[in-house]
């Protein structure tokens, strides 16, 4: 990860015990002990919301409180004949950060809507995008990269994308612990 140093790596269990100690939901020490077996499962609710709220976090939050990788290693290509790129994004990629074909002369850092008017410039090769001031319309998890000239074929020299860790942790800085959700008595 590029900014790994400054990121905590929380294993599920953390979060969970992170996030009753933020709720107010951890026990209150009295010397006794009382059991029950007809409550909810606040572990298990927490768990739901905290997947959610991960979820979220790694799409909307700012860029340097989340795990930012280079995944184009795992990034299928296909070129068509008039030099538009298509790019299947990887799993743990929850959305493209920074992504430059070998050739251009720029990177893309923003990635345009397909009903966008840059999208919509994309489809007439005398209005396209080339490789001085390239394009990126987002299509679910395909990309689209405008161009390259025909014939050439494509080659990512980088794919930064916020992602998913894959170690099933919670990869992020503390600053977004301000985000979860509070429950103040």
């Known amino acids: 990860m590029d900014n790994a140093n400054e990121l905590l790596n929380l294993s599920e269990e953390e979060m969970v015990s992170l996030w009753r100690r933020v709720m107010h939901l951890d026990p209150v020490r009295r010397e006794c002990t009382v059991e029950r077996d007809d409550g909810i499962d606040v572990d298990g609710l927490l768990r739901l919301h905290l997947r959610q709220w991960y ?23 296909t070129a068509s004949t008039d030099g538009v790129v298509t790019a299947t994004l990887p799993v743990r990629c929850v959305r493209p950060v920074e992504w ?24 007439s090769p005398w209005t396209r995008s080339g490789t001085e001031r390239p394009a990126a319309v987002l ?5 689209l990269l405008y161009s390259l000239p025909p014939g050439v074929t494509p080659v990512l020299a980088l794919a930064r ?6 170690n099933g942790h919670y990869a992020l800085r503390h600053d977004a612990l301000g985000t979860l959700p509070r429950w103040e008595l």
Request: hydrophobic letters at 40%; one cysteine or more.
């Open 139 to 143: 299509h679910g998890h395909r990309l």
């Open 161 to 166: 994308c916020v992602a998913a860790p894959s």
């Open 55 to 77: 979820a979220q976090l790694l799409r909307t939050a700012p860029l340097a409180w989340l795990p930012v990788e280079d995944l184009r290693t795992q990034v299928t290509l």
């Open 100 to 123: 430059q074909l070998a050739g251009w002369q720029n990177s893309v850092t923003e990635f345009a809507t397909p009903d966008s008017p840059l999208a919509r410039r994309q489809h």
